[in-house]
C-alpha cells in the first residue's frame, strides 16, 4: 500500500503518513482511486470498518461493482465521466468539489446510503491523477427523509375523497417504490372470521416471479404457528414479524434448502408482515418482500408499524363513516316509503269516498224500475269497475299500512300446510315447490287473509322470475335477533320472530333496484303483467303487523326475502261476531245521526238510509255535530261517524257524547285509518264497531240494522 502512495505522491512520504495519523481519528473514511477508472481503490482509511464491516485491505481488493449497489455503480460511471469530459474545458476548476449520493454494500449483506464529496489532484503538470474522496455514512438520514416522505403520501392518500380500494392500490405501490423491492401485498381481512374482503398486489415490473406465488409465499411465513416456532423470524409484540436469509444462507449451520420458509426457496432473501390495526379491531395485514438480504430490521419495522397504526386508524374511520351513510341511506329510503305510504293513504281515502258515492248511485239506480234493460248494463259495468278501483284502493292501504287487520293467534305451521295446494295451482308444473315446516309449534299474532297475501305475493313474484322453472323454498325457523344484527340492520328491534324465508332460483334482482322495489307502482314487469303493488302490499302488511322484510338478491342466482315477524304465546282464541246478511232492512221510525264532511257521501248515504224508512241528522264536523246533538230533545237510535273530520275525529266524539250520558250504539267509517283510532273503546267500555269505505248500500244497511237490534 506504501509503495502505491508513494508513486501517486513522488516520494513525499512524510506527508502521507501524517495524513494516515489524521485518518485514524476522522470517523468519515477517504479514500483515493486512480483518474485513470481502473477498477481497484488506491486506498482508504480504516474508517471503512466501522462504515461497511471491511478492513482497508479488504476493500483495496475489491472491485467497484463489489462496494456499490448496480443503481449507484452506474452513478459512479456517469459521474467520473463527466468529470472527465469537464477537465477537458479550458476554464476547468480545479478546485471544486463534487457531492454525489451513493449505496454501498456492507459484510454482514445490509446496504448503507453514503453521501460522497470528491475533490481532484493533480500533478506538477496540472494534469489530473487522482480522485480524493470523503465517505459520509447518511443511511439514518436518507432513511429518515424516505420514510416521512413515505408517510405523507400515504396520509395524503388516506385523507383524500377516494374509493378505499384504490387508495389501498396506491399505498402499496408507493410501499414498494419507496423501499425498491420485489413486492408489497396489502390485504384488508374480516377480524371475525379472518375472511379477506380486499387483496392488492404491487410487483416489480422486471421481476421474474409470479405474484400470487410470491404471496402466497410470504402467507405462509405470516402464519401464526410459523411465526411462534420458526427459529429465523423474529417478532415484536404488536405482532409484526420480519424474516432475513443472510444468516441462514450463509450461516456455519446453513441446513438443506428444501428446510428454508417457502419464500426463501423461491428465491426472496427478505421477508416482513406488518399488521393493519386500530385499538376497535384488525383490519388487515401488510407483507413485503425482497431479493435484497437484510432488507428489514427492527427500526424499519416499527417505522411501518407507527404508519399501518395510522393506516387502521383512517379504515376504522372510513369504516364507521360508511356505517353511518348506510344508517343515513336507510333511513332516507325509510323516509322516502313512510312519504309515499302517506301519499298512497291519502289518495285512497279520497278514492274511497269517491267509490262509496259511485257505487252507492250505482246500485241506486239499478233498483229502479224506469231504467231500462240496456241502461242497467251500462251501470252494471260501472259497478264492476268501481269493484276495481276499491281492490286497488285496498292495496294502497295495505301499502300504508293503514287497512284494517282481524288479528288472531296463527300457528305458521298450519297456514303454510293449509296454503301448500294453493300454491301448487298457482305456480307452474315446471317449478319444485318446497315447504319445510318444524315439529315445534310457531305462534304470532296476525291477520290470516293478510299473511297468505303475502305469501301469495311473494310465491307469484318467484313465479314470474324463472319462466324456464326451479325450486321455489319456504323455511319457518325460530330467530332470535341480538344487538349485533341490530347494528347491521338498523329497523329491527332485538328479540324473538318467527323467520319465513322465501327462497327462488330465479333471475334475480339487479343491486342498484333493490332500493326501489317496495315502492308502489314499480315494475320490472310489462304492463299486462303487473300493477306494481305486489311487494309494496307485502312490505305494507309485514310492517303493519311489526314485522321486518329483508332482501338479498344476485343476478342470475336468485331470491331471498326473510319476514321476520314477532314470535306470539297464545292465551286462548280470539273470538269474532258476525251477522248473518239479509235481503230487506227496515229501519222505519229509526233516527240516524251522521256525522260526514264529504258532501257526495253525505248525500248517497243520507238517500240510502231514508229510502229504508230512517230519520237523518247530518252534520258536517264536530262542532255542528255537537250542537245539533245537544239540542236534539229525543235520543238517536245510533250515532255515525266518518273517523276524519275538519275539526277533530270521530272516534274522539264518540267519546264525548257516551261521557255525557248517550249509551246508544255507535258505529265509524273511513277509507284511511290508523288501528288506534278504531279500536278504541266507545260507549260503555266495549269496542267501537267499524265500517270500511267504499261500503255498497245493503252493506250499510245490513251493519246499522244489526247493530240496532244488538243494543235492545
Known sequence: MHKEIETLFGGRYDSVKMMEAIEKKFPNSIWVIDAALEENIAWISSAVSMQRGYSPEEVMDQSLSDIFTEESLNRVYAVLQEEHEYEKRPDVDKDRIRTVELEMKCKDGTT??????????????????????????????????????????????????????ETIDDITTMIRESLKINGVLLQLIDDDTDNVLYSYTSMEEETTKNADSAAYACSLCARKTEIEDHPYIEKTPQGSAWLNAF?????????????????????????????????????????????????????????????????????????????????????????????????????????????????????????????????????????????????????????????????????????????????????????????????????????????????????????????????????????????????????????????????????????????AIFEPFYTTKSVSQGSGLGLSVVYGIVRQHNGHIMVESTEGEGTVFELLLPAHKPTGALEYKTVEEKEKHDLSGKTIFFIEDDIAVRKIVSRILQRAGAHVVIADDIQTARKLFEEREETFDIVFSDVSLPDGNGPDFLQEICKGGYDGPVLLTSGYTFDAKIHGEGCNGKEVPFMDKPFSPNELLLKISSLIKEKK
Open 112 to 165: 448503507i446510503w453514503t453521501e460522497n464529496q470528491v475533490s481532484f489532484l493533480y500533478d506538477e503538470n496540472e494534469t489530473l491523477i487522482a480522485f480524493l474522496g470523503v465517505t459520509k455514512d447518511i443511511t439514518e438520514k436518507k432513511l429518515a427523509e424516505d420514510r416521512q416522505e413515505l408517510a405523507i403520501r400515504i396520509l395524503e392518500c388516506l385523507n383524500a375523497d377516494t374509493d378505499i380500494y
Open 247 to 515: 444468516d441462514i444462507l450463509h450461516g456455519d449451520n446453513a441446513g438443506d434448502e428444501n428446510d428454508l420458509p417457502l419464500c426463501l426457496q423461491q428465491g426472496y432473501r427478505s421477508m416482513a408482515m406488518i399488521p393493519i390495526q386500530s385499538k376497535q379491531r384488525i383490519h388487515g395485514v401488510l407483507q413485503m418482500w425482497s431479493e435484497r438480504e437484510k432488507m428489514f430490521n427492527e427500526n424499519m419495522v416499527h417505522y411501518f408499524e407507527r404508519l399501518m397504526a395510522s393506516m387502521g386508524v383512517a379504515l376504522e374511520e372510513r369504516h364507521m363513516q360508511q356505517e353511518l351513510e348506510t344508517q343515513e341511506e336507510a333511513m332516507r329510503h325509510m323516509q322516502r316509503i313512510e312519504s309515499v305510504g302517506q301519499l298512497a293513504g291519502g289518495v285512497a281515502h279520497d278514492f274511497n269516498n269517491l267509490i262509496t258515492v259511485i257505487k252507492g248511485f250505482g246500485e241506486t239506480l239499478l233498483n229502479r224500475d224506469d231504467i231500462s234493460l240496456d241502461a242497467k248494463e251500462d251501470i252494471i259495468e260501472i259497478q264492476k269497475a268501481a269493484h276495481r278501483a276499491a281492490r286497488l284502493t285496498k292495496q294502497l292501504l295495505a301499502f300504508s299500512r293503514k287497512q284494517i287487520l282481524s288479528r288472531e293467534a296463527l300457528e305458521i305451521n298450519e297456514v303454510f300446510v293449509g296454503m301448500h295446494e294453493m300454491l301448487k295451482r298457482l305456480i307452474e308444473k315446471n317449478i319444485t315447490i318446497s315447504i319445510n315446516t318444524l315439529e315445534k309449534p310457531l305462534f304470532v299474532e296476525a291477520d290470516k287473509t293478510q299473511l297468505e297475501q303475502v305469501i301469495m305475493n311473494l310465491a307469484v313474484n318467484a313465479r314470474d322470475a324463472m319462466p324456464e322453472g326451479g325450486s321455489l323454498d319456504v323455511t319457518m325457523c325460530e330467530k332470535t335477533v341480538h344487538r349485533e344484527y341490530v347494528h347491521n340492520h338498523e329497523q329491527v328491534k332485538p328479540g324473538k320472530y318467527v323467520s319465513i324465508r322465501v327462497k327462488d332460483t330465479g333471475m334475480g334482482i339487479p343491486k342498484k333496484r333493490l332500493n
